[in-house]
């Protein structure tokens, strides 16, 4: 089976989208977790099928590159034969979860986030818009609170369980067993009311348009403050670590399946789960401070159809010259997939070169145009 070749929309295994190294094909493991011998499968199938390249989302998924469009239903039986395809383009495209790294076996996270899988993929589930999605973010504080997500269930001050709207400080309390189907209430009030005109929309931009939240979500309980995005190291559910850009090479990924098994995260790292030290792999980046983590860039020409300018060579030369508490966001054009929220500094290519933006995202309005792709030039903005 294959999903033909589809362009500007976020791919899928069933659906890819044909950018310019290939189709790009993107996999949402369930729990986003992988075994070791799915790690290794994806790594020789990347290779087999693809160009090798293996890029991480801003979603927590795994995107397979470079994949010949007559390989692509070849690629869908091996896939499916390592438990990593859905039944079809619908079910696929309603299963958009995100889940914190940090939980353990027997916690009511990953109870919680299979029990929200399996409801979505019911007939009756609700039918959201594309990039509509969900975020179980129930550890001692949210760390999904930068990661775009429509429906969250949280910590509540109190430490009970809370249900709210993206755009909504407050929300509903409830129980474990509660939970999902009020995530599933809650999805249907923002279609019912009007949230997805023409099947678009996002939660936060409805509220702000003026909707209502029903009365129990506008209840007094507030979340538990969130804390800042984690960076590469060791935490007590095994070690943390990030990649250039959020890409590696499918050699990277088996050697990774040696380790144990891999959790995916939305900050374009994996954590090796269990793992009481930090791998020593080239390719990775396993140090906070490690200036790569201050830069943002999409695949960028010619790998991104849409992309006006190469992008990821002059963000690893800037890297060093952005300050500690600072970020990049180097885009091919104003599309800005990598990173579509507001950076400090943000890079936007245009066919006459790069414009620079301060403190927006790469659609704002640059403040100079027509740079160079020049790193001693560049320097010196920021």
Request: glycine share 12%.
């Given at each position: 089976?294959?999903?033909?070749?589809?362009?500007?929309?976020?791919?899928?295994?069933?659906?890819?989208?044909?950018?310019?190294?290939?189709?790009?094909?993107?996999?949402?493991?369930?729990?986003?977790?992988?075994?070791?011998?799915?790690?290794?499968?994806?790594?020789?199938?990347a290779l087999r099928h693809g160009n090798g390249l293996i890029d991480?989302?801003?979603?927590?998924?795994?995107?397979?590159?470079?994949?010949?469009?007559?390989?692509?239903?070849?690629?869908?039986?091996?896939?499916?034969?390592?438990?990593?395809?859905?039944?079809?383009?619908?079910?696929?495209?309603?299963?958009?979860?995100?889940?914190?790294?940090?939980?353990?076996?027997?916690?009511?996270?990953?109870?919680?986030?299979?029990?929200?899988?399996?409801?979505?993929?019911?007939?009756?589930?609700?039918?959201?818009?594309?990039?509509?999605?969900?975020?179980?973010?129930?550890?001692?504080?949210?760390?999904?609170?930068?990661?775009?997500?429509?429906?969250?269930?949280?910590?509540?001050?109190?430490?009970?369980?809370?249900?709210?709207?993206?755009?909504?400080?407050?929300?509903?309390?409830?129980?474990?067993?509660?939970?999902?189907?009020?995530?599933?209430?809650?999805?249907?009030?923002?279609?019912?009311?009007?949230?997805?005109?023409?099947?678009?929309?996002?939660?936060?931009?409805?509220?702000?348009?003026?909707?209502?939240?029903?009365?129990?979500?506008?209840?007094?309980?507030?979340?538990?403050?969130?804390?800042?995005?984690?960076?590469?190291?060791?935490?007590?559910?095994?070690?943390?670590?990030?990649?250039?850009?959020?890409?590696?090479?499918?050699?990277?990924?088996?050697?990774?399946?040696?380790?144990?098994?891999?959790?995916?995260?939305?900050?374009?790292?994996?954590?090796?789960?269990?793992?009481?030290?930090?791998?020593?792999?080239?390719?990775?980046?396993?140090?906070?401070?490690?200036?790569?983590?201050?830069?943002?860039?999409?695949?960028?020409?010619?790998?991104?159809?849409?992309?006006?300018?190469?992008?990821?060579?002059?963000?690893?030369?800037?890297?060093?010259?952005?300050?500690?508490?600072?970020?990049?966001?180097?885009?091919?054009?104003?599309?800005?997939?990598?990173?579509?929220?507001?950076?400090?500094?943000?890079?936007?290519?245009?066919?006459?070169?790069?414009?620079?933006?301060?403190?927006?995202?790469?659609?704002?309005?640059p403040v100079v145009t027509g740079l160079r792709a020049e790193a001693?030039?560049?320097?010196?903005?920021?």
């Amino acid at each position: 089976m294959t999903g033909g070749r589809v362009k500007g929309w976020c791919p899928g295994a069933l659906k890819p989208m044909l950018s310019g190294d290939g189709l790009v094909v993107r996999l949402r493991p369930w729990l986003g977790r992988l075994t070791p011998d799915q790690v290794r499968g994806i790594a020789v199938l990347a290779l087999r099928h693809g160009n090798g390249l293996i890029d991480l989302t801003a979603r927590g998924n795994i995107q397979l590159r470079g994949i010949r469009e007559e390989a692509h239903p070849a690629l869908i039986e091996d896939l499916d034969a390592l438990g990593l395809v859905d039944t079809d383009p619908v079910l696929e495209a309603r299963r958009n979860l995100v889940l914190t790294p940090f939980w353990r076996m027997g916690e009511a996270i990953p109870r919680l986030a299979s029990a929200l899988e399996t409801a979505l993929g019911t007939p009756d589930a609700p039918a959201l818009p594309a990039k509509f999605g969900f975020a179980i973010d129930c550890g001692p504080a949210p760390v999904l609170s930068a990661i775009s997500a429509d429906i969250r269930l949280e910590q509540g001050l109190g430490g009970a369980l809370l249900c709210r709207a993206d755009g909504a400080e407050t929300g509903m309390i409830v129980a474990e067993d509660d939970a999902i189907p009020a995530m599933l209430d809650l999805a249907r009030w923002f279609l019912g009311s009007g949230g997805a005109p023409e099947g678009r929309g996002r939660m936060k931009r409805h509220l702000a348009s003026g909707a209502s939240l029903p009365p129990a979500f506008l209840a007094t309980q507030a979340r538990k403050a969130a804390s800042g995005t984690p960076k590469p190291g060791l935490f007590d559910q095994g070690a943390l670590v990030g990649f250039a850009f959020g890409q590696l090479r499918a050699e990277t990924l088996a050697s990774l399946a040696e380790l144990g098994p891999l959790r995916m995260t939305p900050w374009r790292m994996m954590m090796i789960e269990g793992a009481a030290t930090l791998p020593e792999i080239p390719g990775l980046i396993t140090r906070g401070d490690d200036p790569l983590l201050r830069v943002i860039a999409c695949t960028g020409a010619p790998g991104c159809l849409q992309a006006l300018q190469p992008t990821r060579d002059l963000a690893r030369m800037l890297a060093p010259h952005i300050p500690e508490a600072g970020l990049l966001h180097v885009a091919g054009c104003v599309k800005g997939c990598a990173h579509p929220a507001a950076a400090p500094f943000t890079l936007v290519g245009t066919a006459a070169g790069f414009g620079f933006i301060r403190d927006g995202n790469a659609a704002a309005f640059p403040v100079v145009t027509g740079l160079r792709a020049e790193a001693a030039s560049l320097a010196g903005l920021f």
